[in-house]
């Protein structure tokens, strides 16, 4: 009986340490053609993990993942916006799908030392619309 308890109680302590997260794709599914090609990529971010260190989110944008070309390109937060980053993500003449994903990079309190971790967001994809 009593390692059942103990066995609960180390589960619920994982738990907790480990928290839930969300990434949120808030730009637009598609843009307009324009002449530099770039365009922005916009995302939100929630999670209620504790042992989080705010200061260490370092959030990149993937494209191409599937390709031999994966590119990883840091994004910026939102001024005046909380847990929301941004980047200009190019995208080559021609293309009018472009596929990407956001990777969520972190540091958290251990008991002895921070450990390293990260969370990856489902696959999305904006559409280039000729003007």
């Not at 907790?16 to 730009?27: D, F, M, P, Q, R």
């Not at 999670?47 to 994966?70: C, G, H, K, M, Y």
């Not at 251990?110 to 971790?117: L, P, V």
């Amino acid at each position: 009986m009593e390692m059942r308890y103990k066995m609960v109680t180390v589960l619920g302590l994982a738990l907790a340490v480990s928290g839930c997260t969300s990434i949120t794709n808030l730009g637009s599914d598609h843009h307009v053609r324009n002449a530099n090609g770039l365009y922005p990529v916009v995302i939100g971010w929630d999670t209620n993990q504790r042992s989080l260190l705010p200061e260490s989110v370092q959030p990149v944008v993937q494209t191409d993942f599937q390709a031999s070309t994966f590119r990883e390109i840091p994004m910026t937060p939102v001024p005046g916006a909380v847990n929301c980053w941004t980047a200009q993500v190019p995208a080559p003449k021609g293309v009018n799908f472009l596929n990407y994903r956001v990777k969520m990079n972190f540091q958290y309190h251990k008991i002895s030392k921070r450990g390293k971790d990260s969370r990856l967001s489902p696959p999305y994809q904006f559409q280039i619309i000729d003007p």
